[in-house]
């Protein structure tokens, strides 16, 4: 009786297990058919549109359409609390950083431009001697040239070789060997620093009128690439002007229309004007082309590149994620000529949203919104135009007098007073002075090394002297020695985190230079702009996060996060390796999916 009774009970059990987990599969079986695990998408888009500050699309968003950035704040995860965590907020910087997800004390690229003490000059970012460009006369003309950071480049020669740390383009290439993976832009270092080392780069050459990438990528151009760019892309705003799309006194800054306002501020180059209409003149002109990107017509140019190479490439045509960045690059020359609060601004972006709402249908009917993840950020923002606040203040005051925003003359650097300055705290001799500071690449002060030595000086004492005396110039707020930097003898403020988040050994220069808010240099190897960013002000640090498309659950979030966590959480939705650098959080609101 109590053997049968034992055997009644397991027999009990087992059945009961059984059914248990019968149950439980039942259960999972249920659960998996109603909430499959979600695909990788076909495309990842990283869209990066230069110099859009984090207040401009809502600013300006009342007269945008349906389906470009409304599609965006509207149907992505927006992140409305984004800001940079590293002082220099220039182009090659924040591009590298959003690519590599790591800051530039990590990736390398400290400035547009900087002095390397091996080659005793000043190089550009991703200038390369080792490689040329495929169209022999496509590399930079100096008479033709709005951006003067690319006049340091000795040579023509491009690659991403400068950048120190992987790319998110680089680990998708490695985890998905037969990924494709394309960067456009109409900046040269807006391409490069996406596509990373594995990827291809195209960008737009003023002096050809065409796409072109250098011998990195390619041996030859593909067939596509040279019927685009013999198709005359550019012939269609011969003798046409950039005018505005809306009635004058829809945009947000009427008061432009008013002739006892007239923007005497912005900036005029070429005969551009600084009012609307804006003309290109004839194709032949030597600043035709750069006419184009001084305006809407750069990004229509880039946008009609992209749609060809999607269609070309065969991008998203397979279960194998494919990668496609486009930087949108007017809007940045927009701003260095016109400022941010201006009618070109917003006309400007008006312009783009119709590009962006033109790109996101064609990425819908040929691959599926729903089959592409879509990232959308800055590689910086901007400062207002000193003459506008000015203006402003006087409007409201009668009195532009209290108003601290001005241009940072570079002849400050070379006053005499200077020198004697540090003459007097060095103990030097008159006119040792002045040899000591060797020059000035943004935003760093560069010093003779050779000369500190042969005056048996001690280098960490003449970098906090020189500073010191820097200090004291008017519009300057900071001037922070290298040597301080790299020992980790700044005071632990936000500010200087930002400083050391900047600093790289070998690049970065003896003497950090930070100017007062609203103050900047606005002259730039001769060539005079109204607005220039690069500081570690929030107007400069401030930028929009979003991702869309992929399913994602519409939201808006308000934490603060940075840019550097765009790169990692992409990584993390693939289920990749992350970018070698890259040690921010990930954005859960994306990697879960919901």
């Known amino acids: 009786m109590q053997q049968h009774t034992i055997k009644t009970f397991t027999i009990t059990f087992t059945t009961i297990l059984f059914l248990l987990l019968l149950s439980v599969s039942a259960h999972a079986q249920y659960h998996k058919k109603r909430n499959p695990p979600p695909k990788k998408p076909k495309l990842i888009l990283q869209i990066t549109v230069d110099a859009l500050r984090g207040d401009l699309l809502t600013r300006y968003a009342k007269n945008m359409r349906q389906g470009g950035f409304k599609y965006l704040l509207n149907k992505g995860i927006v992140y409305n609390n984004a800001h940079y965590q590293h002082a220099n907020t220039e182009t090659i910087v924040g591009h590298v950083s959003l690519a590599t997800g790591a800051p530039p004390t990590v990736h390398g690229m400290v400035g547009n431009i900087w002095f390397e003490r091996s080659q005793n000059r000043i190089v550009y970012n991703i200038e390369d001697p080792h490689y040329s460009l495929l169209t022999k006369g496509a590399g930079v003309d100096s008479q033709n040239e709005i951006d003067p950071t690319q006049r340091a480049a000795k040579n023509e020669g491009r690659s991403p070789m400068a950048i120190l740390s992987t790319t998110i383009s680089d680990e998708i290439a490695s985890a998905f060997p037969r990924s494709n993976i394309f960067a456009v832009s109409i900046k040269d270092r807006g391409a490069v620093s996406f596509a990373g080392q594995y990827g291809k780069a195209f960008w737009f050459s003023k002096a050809s009128a065409e796409f072109v990438t250098s011998n990195y990528y390619y041996q030859t151009y593909p067939d596509w690439v040279n019927h685009w760019n013999q198709s005359n892309p550019t012939k269609k705003y011969h003798n046409t002007q950039w005018t505005r799309s809306l009635d004058q006194d829809q945009y947000v800054h009427v008061e432009e229309n008013q002739p006892s306002l007239n923007p005497d501020y912005k900036t005029d180059i070429a005969g551009f004007s600084t009012r609307f209409p804006h003309p290109y003149g004839p194709s032949d002109d030597k600043y035709f082309t750069t006419k184009l990107t001084l305006s809407p017509a750069g990004d229509d140019l880039t946008l009609s590149f992209a749609k060809t190479l999607i269609e070309n490439e065969h991008l998203g045509k397979d279960e194998i994620p494919d990668y496609l960045s486009i930087s949108f690059s007017s809007n940045d020359y927009v701003l260095h000529l016109f400022g941010p609060s201006s009618q070109e601004a917003e006309d400007n972006l008006l312009r783009l949203d119709l590009t962006l709402k033109d790109l996101f249908s064609y990425i819908d009917e040929k691959i599926g919104l729903d089959n592409t993840l879509i990232i959308l950020s800055a590689d910086h923002g901007a400062p207002e135009i000193p003459g506008y606040l000015v203006r402003k203040l006087a409007t409201q005051l009668t009195t532009a007098s209290t108003n601290k925003a001005h241009y940072f003359s570079l002849a400050q650097f070379q006053d005499e007073n200077l020198f004697t300055a540090i003459e007097h705290s060095l103990g030097l001799k008159k006119g040792q002075g002045k040899t000591l500071i060797q020059r000035y ?150 990697i879960s999916r919901k």
């Not at 100017?515 to 500081?535: E, R």
């Open 441 to 590: 690449a943004h935003p760093y002060v560069y010093l003779e090394h050779s000369l500190i030595k042969k005056y048996n000086l001690d280098l960490k004492q003449v970098q906090i002297s020189i500073a010191n005396e820097i200090m004291k110039l008017n519009g300057v707020e900071y001037a922070i020695p290298s040597t301080q930097i790299a020992t980790g003898q700044l005071p632990q403020t936000h500010l200087m985190q930002l400083v050391t988040n900047n600093y790289h050994q070998s690049r970065s220069g003896d003497i950090h230079v930070i100017f007062s808010p609203q103050v900047f240099i606005n002259d730039l190897d001769g060539l005079t702009v109204a607005s220039m960013h690069g500081s570690p002000w929030q107007y400069d640090t401030y930028v929009p996060v979003i991702f869309a498309g992929a399913n994602l659950t519409p939201q808006t979030i308000s934490r603060f996060i940075t840019p550097y966590d765009i790169a990692p959480t992409i990584a993390s939705y693939l289920a990749i390796t992350p970018p070698s650098g890259s040690s921010s959080p990930l954005l859960q609101e994306v």
